[in-house]
């Protein structure tokens, strides 16, 4: 089992960059899937990003494409999500997911329902 931690949320204004931090603890980071995800009030839970367990395969929305990139390195058990150009939009909480089962796709890997273990979030606000 793995335990996630999220950080590097805060108040921008748009056009600002973030870069979030997933640090993981309890098991061996290398072996899981991570995906970011973000819920803004009243609206369902959103797919961000996601990179496979080796970094051979991110994979990102259409409203992430091109400004935000996800990372990770499995030495320090931290993924990363660099977003760039942000806008009022994407405001939200934002969680990181592990899941541990190897040869996951892109469809598979945008599912919520693919992660068994979650972050408690970090906070995002863009002013315009």
């Known amino acids: 089992q793995v335990r996630l931690v999220e950080s590097g949320g805060g108040l921008v204004q748009a056009g600002d960059s973030l870069r979030l931090s997933c640090a993981a603890s309890?098991?061996?980071?290398?072996?899981?899937?991570v995906g970011w995800f973000r819920q803004a009030p009243g609206k369902e839970r959103e797919f961000v990003a996601a990179?496979?367990?080796?970094?051979?395969?991110?994979y990102y929305a259409d409203s992430a494409k091109d400004r935000f990139a996800i990372s990770r390195d499995n030495a320090e058990n931290t993924v990363y999500l660099q977003m760039n150009s942000l806008k009022p939009e994407d405001t939200a909480p934002y969680y990181c997911a592990a899941d541990s089962v190897p040869g996951r796709g892109g469809v598979t890997l945008r599912r919520s329902s693919t992660y068994p273990y979650w972050g408690q979030g970090t906070q995002v606000t863009v002013s315009s």
């Open positions: 990179i496979s367990w080796d970094s051979s395969n991110t």
């Open positions: 309890g098991d061996t980071f290398s072996r899981y899937n």
